[in-house]
């Protein structure tokens, strides 16, 4: 079993930036890849951005390519998603998940999740 717990959310104006941090505990051994999704209420998880368990590989949603960047920390078990240049459209709740090895951009394919936490920006 891994627990996830994320931090780092708040509210900001658009153009500011903010860092989420997911800390891992439990079970970490293993080799996970780990993602950042988003989401709104009523609507379906969306992927932001992914990172293999060595961190030698990346993908990002287009919509925030060149704004986010994902990073991870093997030693201290933490993910973190930096945001720079926020607009009011990445408003939602953002909870990283953890899946073996690989990136995957599909939320059905992670198997551990974290509790979330809300980004808002004002425009």
């Known amino acids: 079993q891994v627990t996830l ?4 959310g ?5 153009g500011e930036s903010l860092r989420l941090s997911c800390a891992a505990s439990g079970r970490t051994g293993g080799a996970y890849g780990m993602g950042w999704f988003r ?4 609507k ?19 919509s925030v390519k060149g ?3 994902i990073s991870r920390d093997n030693a201290k078990n ?6 720079v240049s926020l607009k009011a459209e990445d408003t939602a709740v953002y909870s990283c998940a ?14 551990y999740w974290g509790q ?5 920006v004002s425009s």
Not at 116 to 120: D, F, L, P, R, S
Request: charged content about 20%; overall charge negative.
């Open 98 to 111: 953890a899946r073996s090895y690989a990136i995957s951009t599909t939320s059905s394919e992670y198997r």
């Open 10 to 14: 708040g509210s900001v104006q658009a």
């Open 116 to 120: 979330g936490t809300q980004v808002t």
């Open 39 to 42: 989401q709104l209420p009523g």
């Open 67 to 69: 704004r986010f960047s």
């Open 44 to 62: 379906e998880r969306e992927f932001v951005a992914g990172i293999n368990w060595s961190g030698g590989s990346t993908d990002y949603a287009d």
């Open 5 to 8: 717990v994320e931090s780092g």
């Open 78 to 83: 933490t993910v973190d998603l930096q945001m």
